[in-house]
């Protein structure tokens, strides 16, 4: 009778350690930053006193089940780590047996987006908890390039980031401008490389316009005014260009190159 009644008590005391086993991620969505490594945070429900031989921890790839890193008999086991993310992971050692089963990926890029999952297998139970994973960059100072015709002006900027922006070019009294918009990569170093511009029909005396980058990720904005003018004019934070001061300046040069040039010949013909 004793015998029955302990291991009655075993096997319910069993069931429901099993049933408290709980494996979860910290967040559910974690964003990656080009340059900075990213951890992805997974716990489980520790077994007092059990050895790290009995554990065994898991990360893939949800979307094609590649394996980014895996524990088992009291040690990292790379060997059937995908290549990808050769000597790009790591675990926290000291921390496992506390149930800490993160997982830190370096050098992170826009292939590395997408659902991860963490597998936990102890002596109280086993399960599996899934993180999102995303990347972002921010985007570099835009550049102005700038070409004037005789009937229209083109203005174009150009900047590096990731993801895909929002665009924006705002006219004076506050009008959405039409806008060509060309986005391209990302390359080797995880950017997407943009370039947006507008033209400009017939100007007149001036221009006075607003560009706006946002990239909704990172929360960055940036946002560059460009005045062009006959009138000095000074936007905040902007960017100043007087065509008309550079044409009279290059006028001038004609000018004086040809004063020279008649001096020459008279100078000549009194010589001779």
């Given amino acids: ?50 050895s790290l031989e009995f554990l065994v921890v898991t990360w893939q790839k949800a979307e094609d089940n590649l394996v980014l890193h895996s524990f088992y008999h009291g040690q990292d086991q790379l060997d059937k780590q995908n290549a990808r993310y050769r000597n790009r992971t790591s675990m926290f050692r ?35 908890a899934e993180v999102q994973l995303e990347y972002a960059a921010f985007y570099t100072e835009p550049k102005l390039n700038i070409q004037v015709h005789p009937s229209n002006i083109s203005l174009q900027y150009q900047s590096e980031g990731y993801p895909a922006p929002q665009v924006q070019w705002i006219d004076s009294v506050g009008r959405n401008l039409t806008a060509r918009e060309e986005l391209s990569g990302p390359g080797e170093d995880g950017l997407l490389s943009l370039r947006t511009s507008v033209t400009l029909k017939d100007p007149g005396p001036g221009v006075n316009l607003s560009f706006t980058l946002r990239n909704a990720a990172l929360g960055q904005v940036l946002e560059r005014p460009v005045c062009l003018s006959l009138a000095p ?40």
Avoid: H, W
């Fill in 1 to 50: 009778m004793f015998l029955l009644a302990t291991v009655c008590f075993v096997l319910r005391f069993t069931g429901s350690s099993l049933a408290a086993f709980e494996v979860s991620v910290l967040q559910q969505r974690v964003l990656a930053v080009r340059g900075r490594p990213v951890v992805l945070g997974c716990s489980y429900a520790p077994s007092l006193g059990s």
């Fill in 94 to 128: 000291p921390l496992l047996g506390a149930g800490n089963a993160s997982l830190r990926l370096d050098r992170v890029g826009p292939q590395d987006s997408g659902r991860y999952l963490c597998s936990v297998d102890s002596l109280l139970g086993n399960g599996k």
């Fill in 233 to 272: 004019c000074d936007p905040v934070n902007g960017t100043r260009v007087t065509i008309p001061v550079i044409c009279v300046l290059c006028l001038l040069c004609l000018v004086l190159a040809a004063i020279l040039c008649v001096q020459r010949k008279r100078i000549g013909r009194q010589r001779g």
